[in-house]
């Protein structure tokens, strides 16, 4: 059972207006200031957010980093998460172009992150890291190329097992389908027609990104589809481009959406694309 929506942290600053400041220059936004004066607010990036206490709930300052890689300080350690590992080293070069103190560089730890460390200047240390992405990155392309074999053969049992609870289709000239259930007729549907018309075909996708952001990931990309008529001139050849989202929601990784689109038809059997 999910009990937890979000955690949001809270961190003890000394002045407001100086943290909205040091944390815009990082590209965080400032979100709300409560009070009159304000004495409570909070910085937002994306689907991120800190809470901002003024001289309350919880501590700040304590000891400073007596070495590089100190982790005996004072104040709130926090991991921020990126979503490269090149972006690791732009937050670190962003931090240090603004004069902020940074007492660890980019660096390719043995638990399997690139982290730097960066820190407020009331104490507390943010550990901005991104993790390995290669195994993650293969798992995805799996996903892809099992949807992709699984279209070939007419099959649509692995759309059962890999698409989302609440996944869409939106394929050209059609309105979108929405919810597994939905999605799974549909793609029988197509699966059947190919069949009735067709001797033989074959789909590939070329993907020009796989990009992934926490439990959040997309890949676009083109694809080429290859189809012989059973009775007619010969072989359509239809040219398109994709984009796929994932979910990750209990630990696996599932489709949620699928756009596709056609840009060309060519080919003995093919028709004029609309």
């Given at each position: 059972m999910k009990l937890?929506?979000?955690?949001?942290?809270?961190?003890?600053v000394s002045n407001l207006d100086q943290s909205f400041a040091w944390f815009e220059k990082l590209g965080w936004k400032k979100r709300f200031a409560f009070g009159e004066p304000p004495g409570f607010g909070a910085v937002k990036n994306g689907s991120?957010?800190?809470?901002?206490?003024?001289?309350?709930?919880?501590?700040?300052?304590?000891?400073?980093?007596?070495?590089?890689?100190?982790?005996?300080?004072?104040?709130?350690?926090m991991s921020w998460w990126v979503p490269s590992r090149d972006d690791v080293d732009r937050t670190y070069a962003l931090a240090q172009q603004h004069g902020f103190d940074c007492p660890w560089p980019p660096t390719d730890e043995p638990w399997g992150v690139r982290e730097c460390h960066i820190r407020h200047p009331d104490g507390h240390t943010f550990r901005v890291s991104c993790g390995d992405t290669t195994e993650l990155m293969g798992e995805l392309t799996a996903i892809r190329e099992r949807l992709v074999a699984a279209e070939n053969a007419g099959d649509p049992r692995a759309f059962e097992e890999l698409l989302s609870d609440d996944a869409v289709i939106i394929p050209p000239g059609v309105p979108p389908i929405e919810g597994k259930a939905a999605c799974i007729d549909f793609v029988r549907g197509v699966m059947a027609?190919?069949?009735?018309?067709?001797?033989?075909?074959?789909?590939?996708?070329?993907?020009?990104?796989?990009?992934?952001?926490?439990?959040?990931?997309?890949?676009?990309?083109?694809?080429?589809?290859?189809?012989?008529?059973?009775?007619?001139?010969?072989?359509?050849?239809?040219?398109?481009?994709?984009?796929?989202?994932?979910?990750?929601?209990?630990?696996?990784?599932?489709?949620?959406?699928?756009?596709g689109n056609i840009t060309e038809r060519g080919g003995d059997g093919a028709e004029e694309c609309p």
């Open positions: 937890v929506d979000h955690i949001t942290p809270i961190l003890n991120s957010e800190v809470f901002l206490c003024l001289d309350g709930q919880g501590s700040r300052g304590g000891p400073q980093p007596r070495h590089a890689g100190d982790d005996d300080t004072g104040g709130t350690w027609e190919v069949k009735e018309e067709f001797a033989s075909h074959a789909i590939t996708l070329t993907s020009a990104e796989l990009v992934v952001t926490g439990d959040l990931a997309f890949d676009r990309g083109t694809y080429v589809h290859r189809l012989t008529h059973k009775d007619g001139p010969g072989e359509e050849i239809e040219h398109g481009s994709y984009v796929w989202l994932y979910w990750c929601r209990d630990g696996a990784w599932r489709v949620a959406r699928i756009v």
